[in-house]
């Protein structure tokens, strides 16, 4: 995760380190400017305010249309506009501005997933990479890509800042404590923005001109090869052609495990497990469940039901057992009645399976094709018989695989590729015979 502040101050110190030899003298001059343009470094994090973090400003379409507009209209006035002129000075905050926005979705990139392509696509993708590490002589066996792509409600509900007042305290309780990775180096790198960027703001110095070193001529020489705006685009587009499409792979697999204790004691009753299931379009998805037995057989009940039935029976079977925890009804009365609830549930269940003693380690496994349009299903396993004189404390545990199609995807990030090699190569077309050109005239 990159903090606001980390934001703030690596985006403005890189920004500033690229910026050209006339843009960087002219901001030595208005380093108020370069200050205000700085603070969209966090413009994307606004979406916090609204409890929908890192979904709609964190695309990059938007920041991208906006930035080429901007190239084309600075090349338009390039020629007939001085530096200081108005339109001039408004096209380059701008475009240092959505720069700034630009950097913070890559930096973002590096934890989570993001709505990257919306309104394009309504997708989360996750570009998460990993050291993949042999435990026992820790050689490294390779980088591995963790890339996952998430429905757009499953992306926004990963987030707790994007989660109600009640399914924050029902997950963490009453405290949040995250654990803020790599402190000091967040505090180094704000030091370092407030030395070189924030101070001189007060006190404007007049440094004496260095002799530039090797190693600054190379990486301008390099610089000044790949930014030409069509490259830099046509790269853009290849990123993004290489990130829809081949990277990622014909099929994309996302995993889930929810667990929990079917219980049963003097103090607690909970014989039930459920979780929510998406059926997608292209994707199928895979629903495995098994449990633990020992002792004490028991059978479950697998349903399938829709948002009322699941949500009904919840509430009634919270309101039952609050009754028997606060001693208005017995063990008795509390055991018929969830046999009652359990029923109603049945009935009212799209798809019902039952497994018997044995049958519940083996498990069982459903699949749900995709469908034409998203829909969402209710997986709920409840205990429906036992000796109810004996008490268990047994683990049972579903897992969900969803499966998705990449064809169509594998073929618009070809196409993606293609338009993307080709601005590049004639891009660089351009600028060898507009540059043999120019040797000529000199000559």
């Keep these: 995760m990159t903090y606001s502040t980390t934001h703030l101050a690596l985006q403005s110190l890189l ?3 690229l910026l050209s030899k006339k843009n960087k003298d002219y901001y030595l001059e208005h380093r108020w400017e370069y200050i205000i343009i700085s603070l969209f470094a966090v413009f994307p994090d606004i979406d916090v305010f609204f409890g929908i973090h890192r979904s709609y400003t964190h695309s ?5 249309f906006v930035l080429l507009s901007m190239i084309v209209i600075e090349l338009v006035h390039k020629e007939t506009s001085p530096i200081e002129s108005p339109t001039r000075k408004m096209v380059r905050f701008v475009k240092l501005a959505t720069i700034m926005w630009l950097f913070h979705i890559f930096l973002d990139l590096t934890w989570g997933p993001l709505l990257l392509f919306w309104p394009i696509n309504s997708n989360f993708y996750d570009l998460s990479i990993y050291f993949k590490l042999d435990s026992a002589t820790l050689a490294l066996l390779g980088i591995v890509p963790n890339w996952t792509i998430y429905s757009q409600s499953e992306g926004q509900n990963i987030y707790f800042i994007n989660m109600t007042q009640e399914q924050r305290e029902g997950i963490y309780g009453d405290y949040i404590e ?6 000091t180096l967040h505090v180094v790198v704000v030091l370092i923005w407030l030395v070189v960027i924030v101070f001189p703001a007060f006190k404007r110095k007049k440094n004496k001109e260095r002799e ?6 190379g990486m301008k020489l390099f610089w000044s090869r790949i930014k030409r705006h069509l490259t830099l685009l046509g790269l853009f587009v290849l990123f993004t052609g290489l990130v829809l499409g081949p990277i990622i792979g014909k099929e994309n697999t996302m995993n889930y495990t929810v667990s929990s204790n079917y219980t049963n004691t003097q103090t607690n009753f909970d014989p039930t497990l ?4 998406e059926s997608k379009p292209q994707s199928t998805a895979s629903v495995s469940f098994s449990s633990y037995l020992d002792l004490i057989n028991y059978n479950v009940s697998l349903l399938l039901t829709d948002n009322d039935t699941f949500f009904n029976f919840f509430n009634d079977f919270d309101d039952l057992t609050k009754s028997y925890y606060n001693g208005t009804i017995t063990y008795t009365q509390l055991i ?4 009652i609830l359990v029923e109603d549930a049945k009935l009212g269940s799209i798809f019902e399976k039952r497994l018997i003693h044995n049958e519940v380690i ?3 496994n459903i699949i749900l094709n995709s469908t034409e349009e998203n829909q969402t299903f209710y997986f709920l396993t409840l205990v429906d018989e036992w000796n109810i004189t004996e008490s268990y404390i047994y683990r049972a545990r579903i897992e969900i695989s969803y499966t998705m199609d990449r064809s169509k995807a594998q073929i618009e990030g070809g196409i993606l590729d293609s338009i993307g090699l080709a601005m590049i190569i004639s891009d660089q077309i351009i600028a060898y015979f507009q540059n043999k050109r120019k040797t000529k005239q000199l000559t």
Aim: proline share 6%; no cysteine; net charge positive.
């Design 336 to 339: 018929s009645s969830y046999f």
């Design 15 to 17: 920004v500033w380190l």
């Design 178 to 183: 995250f654990y803020i990775a790599q402190f």
């Design 362 to 364: 083996n498990g069982t």
């Design 274 to 277: 459920g979780v929510l299931i």
């Design 212 to 217: 530039p070193s090797k190693v600054g001529i």
């Design 60 to 64: 990059l379409i938007l920041p991208v």
